[in-house]
């Protein structure tokens, strides 16, 4: 029912630069809100963490190992989330997921609730 568009993973040297973009599209149906959009990232062998949220009314959260060097911002209109990637480091290499939390679709009946939805996840590599 919904479809998160993942863009921008690549590949990059020791402090460069890049932004990943993730749009939500409702499949069928078109989107009402979404609470929070966020990313996440899974490095080989380590648990998916959170990099960084953000909520509709703007209140962000960002992992302390990117805080000052990555920055999140999103688009409510276009219910597009943000990843500006600065001064990356070689253990920022992971696959980046994006993911909306609190997803409201205007069904025929009404309102359909998803408490969440996870992107394919987009590859960041960071060359040394």
């Known amino acids: 029912q919904v479809r998160l568009v993942e863009s921008g993973g690549g590949l990059v040297q020791a402090g460069g630069s890049l932004r990943l973009s993730c749009a939500a599209f409702?499949?069928?149906?078109?989107?009402?809100?979404?609470?929070?959009m966020g990313w996440y990232r899974q490095a080989p062998g380590m648990q998916r963490e959170l990099v960084a949220s953000?909520?509709?009314?703007?209140?962000?959260n960002v992992a302390d190992s990117v805080k000052g060097r990555f920055t999140i911002s999103g688009d409510n209109a276009k219910y597009t989330v943000y990843l500006q990637m600065n001064s990356l480091k070689p253990e920022d290499t992971a696959v980046y997921y994006c993911?909306?939390?609190?997803?409201?679709?205007?069904?025929?009946?009404?309102?359909?609730?998803?408490?969440?939805?996870w992107g394919q996840g987009t590859q960041v590599t960071v060359s040394s």
């Open positions: 993911k909306a939390d609190g997803i409201r679709l205007n069904g025929v009946d009404g309102v359909t609730y998803i408490p969440d939805y």
């Open positions: 409702g499949s069928i149906f078109s989107i009402s809100s979404i609470n929070t």
């Open positions: 953000i909520t509709s009314t703007g209140s962000t």
